[in-house]
């Protein structure tokens, strides 16, 4: 069963910076794209960020363009995202997973997430 530890959330002030990683295990991590969600009160998750298996490739929602950047590690087996210019909005639990083509509801697993409080 694949694992998935996040970690590095906190509260913030706004316009401050957050770097979230996020371990896994379980999975042979070096060959899957990863994508960092997230999910506000009251909302349904949602992908912000997205990287390719090599790390050449990335993509984010308009949200957080320019001011989200995902990074990973494959001799770590870590995936993170540095989060700059933080606003408010932005406040909510923050996952990772496998594959960020598919829908949220669509992945069988997830770990607790890393909270991210932005305070204005």
């Known amino acids: 069963q694949p694992r998935l530890v996040e970690s590095g959330g906190g509260l913030v002030q706004a316009g401050g910076s957050l770097r979230l990683s996020c371990a896994a295990s379980?999975?042979?991590?070096?060959?899957?794209?990863m994508g960092w969600f997230r999910q506000a009160p009251g909302k349904e998750r949602e992908l912000v960020a997205a990287?390719?298996?090599?790390?050449?490739?990335?993509d984010y929602a308009d949200s957080v363009k320019g001011r989200f950047t995902i990074s990973r590690d494959n001799t770590k087996n870590t995936v993170y995202l540095r989060m700059n210019s933080l606003k408010p909005e932005d406040t909510a639990v923050y996952y990772c997973?496998?594959?960020?083509?598919?829908?949220?509801?669509?992945?069988?697993?997830w770990g607790l997430g890393t909270q991210v409080t932005v305070s204005s």
């Open positions: 997973n496998t594959d960020p083509q598919k829908a949220p509801t669509a992945h069988g697993y």
């Open positions: 379980g999975l042979a991590f070096s060959t899957y794209a």
């Open positions: 990287i390719s298996w090599s790390g050449r490739s990335t």
